[in-house]
């Protein structure tokens, strides 16, 4: 199973922040299966930001609930993370997972005007 995180690698603070994670070697849609976003700000430890099972079903952070949707994709095997109204705060290695067990590499995002 290969991970690769893709997107933008700098935004602008009050903008939305998008990336999508393209899986190979497995389906998004075996049951039973979730994918999750992770993050690492600089200096920090993980963050769980959310999971979406093979179904469709979203869970998220509560304390990133407001900002955060995650989406999939099944005609390209893919899964996106749309964060709203970042803030330098949100600067991060970002990385997509098949339930922690298989990681992307990561993309490092940095929010700043």
């Known amino acids: 199973v290969q991970l690769q995180e893709s997107g933008p690698g700098l935004v602008k603070p009050s903008q939305t922040l998008s990336l999508t994670c393209t899986i190979s070697?497995?389906?998004?849609?075996?049951?039973?299966?979730?994918w999750t976003w992770i993050r690492q700000p600089p200096g920090k430890g993980l963050e769980w930001m959310g999971a979406i099972t093979y179904s469709g079903t979203a869970y998220y952070s509560p304390s990133l609930k407001s900002r955060t949707s995650i989406s999939r994709d099944t005609s390209t095997n893919q899964f996106t993370l749309q964060l709203t109204s970042v803030t330098p705060e949100d600067t991060a290695v970002y990385y997509c997972?098949?339930?922690?067990?298989?990681w992307g590499q990561g993309t490092q995002v940095t929010v700043s005007s």
């Open positions: 997972t098949k339930e922690r067990r298989y």
């Open positions: 070697g497995a389906s998004i849609t075996t049951n039973p299966t979730y």
